[in-house]
């Protein structure tokens, strides 16, 4: 069950940056932001714990999903899987209509498959697709449709896995119940805070909005050995000067031993919508291999756009 259960979670999210990258898909930094300085926070009346404490406790990152159910939006959803020469072996691209106005529909504007996706009993030939499917582009409906029961993560093996997706995705810096994984997500406590470095900058968001960029990132002169222990590379953190919002994330994680290897690069952005805060684009990029598996390779981009609130909601 372990093993079953570390390949689930890993294998929703860890992509590697590829011989023939898509300069689209590769989500090295938030794309949509302009820096202008370094930030002295301590000049601002600010300090590391602030924005530590925003990112291990805030919910706000997560329930933007949630406020989608709320809204109408089209959404565009990219996909690549590639074989072990790099090259595109499978191809996905969806462009649908969600509609919230009364039952909740599901419309399919454009829909392209080709190459090596499924089995023959209909699910997907990689795992890492379909786990990636069931969390960001519901491939069973269940977070868009309002008022839908909560997980408990007893509901089955998808459930289960889905409330520790969540954590390593919208809560980064807490523990994770996950064999040879779990402490190494715990980059802010006191142990592991000895070998990262956090800087501060100033920008514009999306050309309008000001921000500050919290990126952590493991220091430079550390020594091999100690730099492949370290499972989160970097994080960096978008907060809206104004209210500190949360707007933008990209975390660059890699581990491997004996039993498994990944490297995962992954980009969320968030967009101002009348009051709500709601995901405009996902990006993922790598791979994971594990014994007894298929290594598998992935890259997603996910837009979503022309969002609009729907009466009572």
Known sequence: MKKILLLSILSAFIFSGFAQEIPRFNPDTIKTITLDS???????????ETFINRIVNDTSFYESFRDMKRYSFIAENRIFSYDKKNKVDGKIYRKIKHSNAGQYKMEYLMKEESGNLYKK????????IEMFDYIFMNAYNTDFIPNAPASDGKGGTNEGYKNKLKTLIFNPGRPVKVPFIGSKTEIFSANMRQYYDYT??????????????????????????????????????????????????????????????????????????????????????????????????????IVHKDYKLEKGK
């Open 200 to 301: 501060f900058t100033s920008g514009t968001y999306l050309d309008s909005i000001p921000v500050y960029r919290f990126k952590v990132s493991v220091k430079p002169d550390l020594s091999s050995w100690t730099k492949d222990g370290i499972m989160i590379k970097e994080l960096v953190t978008i907060f809206d000067k104004r209210n500190f919002n949360i707007l933008g994330r990209y975390v660059d994680m890699k581990y491997g031993n004996m039993l498994f290897d990944f490297d995962v690069k992954m980009n969320i952005e968030m967009g101002y919508f009348g009051e709500d805060k709601l995901p405009t684009k996902i990006t993922y990029q790598g791979n994971w291999d594990y014994p007894f598996k298929k290594e598998e390779r992935a890259s997603f981009l």
């Open 38 to 48: 370094v930030v002295n926070i301590k000049a601002e009346r600010l300090n590391i």
């Open 121 to 128: 009993n209909g699910k997907y030939q990689l795992y890492t």
